[in-house]
């Protein structure tokens, strides 16, 4: 049953600490807002100000923040960044708090923005109840809400991020990478298309045609193995990203989603949740060869022992060894 209380904000900043942008900038200062509104619920409703918050991540970090910019400025810059990782994470909040049976979440936004003489920015936190969250359905499955029923040596998963695929793909490397995988795909279809034209004029020369065959073979079978399993996502629901598209924690996946206008829409995700044997993070990533084709969770204190199955609709697994 939800509790209709706000949860503690503790709950906000250790799920905070789980993310793999917890020492970014962004992160810090909604930590430190976090804190901030722990240590004087006095004032947060009124929000705390640039300096204070500034001050409060310098407590966080162990050393000032030392930058050229005022405090107000500070806080500008990582506001944008904060508010696309708060929106990235903002289904595994819900999750992972509904899973402690509270009905609210907190939200750090500006609670006076400013804009005049002496009227400073503040940002604090603000109280969001579930019931009032338009694709709360979507994002909480009445069979995970409650753990209770969950069995001790049961894992609960939450979606950590949700964003979308394009975003992802089109800044850092690897759009580079996309750019060169398309210029020699180019090339390949300009020299085997040239090279099959000239054999259509020699068709004696068997050594060629054969040369021809293989190669054609061989790039299908790399394009099938990056790529291949893509084919299933209308099936499966979800499927691993393309290895050659992962960061070195090999963790993202690709989900089918549907939204509130019944419109399919593929997002690209990632899953975790706490092992029930050693308290470590679990990663819901691909099983590789040992449980081909599924994807399974892994922990990251034993990723060869502690392997738990996913189940992306009920957000649970079970072990498997």
Known sequence: MLIP???PLSILENLALTWEEKDQLPVLVLRAICRLAEEQPENEEQGFTSLEIVEKVGQIRGNSWHFSETESRKISTNWKRLRVIQEKKRTGIIQDIAAKGFDTFPHVDKVNKGGGSGHETRYSIIWRRFDEEPDIDQILTRSAINTDSLPEDWIQYVCEDVEGISKYLTKGWRIQLIITMALLAIIFVLYYGGFA?????????TSQILQLLSGGIILAAL?????GHLLTLQSK???????IFQSLDNNHLIELKTSDDKEKQSKLVRYSGECPICNGRVIAKSGGLTFFGRIVGKCENAP???I???DHVTRRGKPLR
């Open 5 to 7: 209380v706000p949860p």
């Open 197 to 205: 034209l000239t054999l259509m004029f020699d068709r004696e020369n």
């Open 223 to 227: 394009v099938w193995a990056f790529f």
């Open 308 to 310: 738990f199955s996913f």
């Open 237 to 243: 629901r979800i499927v691993p990203l393309p290895s």
């Open 304 to 306: 060869v022992e502690h």
